[in-house]
């Protein structure tokens, strides 16, 4: 897991106003939940469009600028997610989109530039560890954040 940068929050509070998208979702890296992910998903890009309308934009406009949030919508989707939360980032020139090990609300913003307060906790504290652990049999090597651990993949 890639945690998002201090860097690239900074860049996505400096993009050019505009009809700046911001949608948060909780993802489901298992379980019956992730087939509903994807239905989460198009709903919010749904209200996304409907928000980019009440500020102005035409129906074809706001279908535009939301069309490159298709990339993600694929077959695949849960299989891509496999964190806790989803970022989407959209603008004229802009699109990232970010799957954080924070458990997000679904929360679409529409303003003149992005809505970056749900990332915030990620900045308080993502210091990184690691830990060795031997045993008789073998030698594992882990990576770890306040959010997880993952075992680090040592090559002979």
């Not at 993802?27 to 239905?39: C, F, K, L, M, N």
């Not at 469009?49 to 406009?61: F, S, V």
């Amino acid at each position: 897991m890639q945690l998002i940068s201090r860097e690239e929050i900074k860049a996505l509070i400096e993009q050019p106003k505009g009809n700046c998208v911001s949608i948060y979702m909780p993802t489901h890296p298992a379980g019956p939940e992730v087939r509903q992910d994807p239905i989460r998903f198009q709903n919010l890009l749904k209200e996304a469009e409907t928000r980019l309308i009440d500020a102005g934009l035409e129906q074809k406009e706001a279908i535009a600028l939301l069309e490159k949030s298709h990339e993600i919508d694929t077959q695949e989707f849960g299989e891509q997610m496999g964190e806790q939360g989803l970022a989407i980032f959209l603008s004229e020139n802009i699109f990232r989109y970010y799957t954080l090990p924070i458990d997000f609300q679904e929360l679409v913003v529409v303003t003149d530039r992005f809505h970056i307060k749900p990332l915030l906790p990620i900045l308080n504290g993502n210091g990184r560890f690691y830990m060795l652990a031997l045993s008789q049999n073998a030698v594992r090597f882990f990576e770890g954040t306040c959010y997880s651990v993952n075992e680090v993949n040592l090559s002979h």
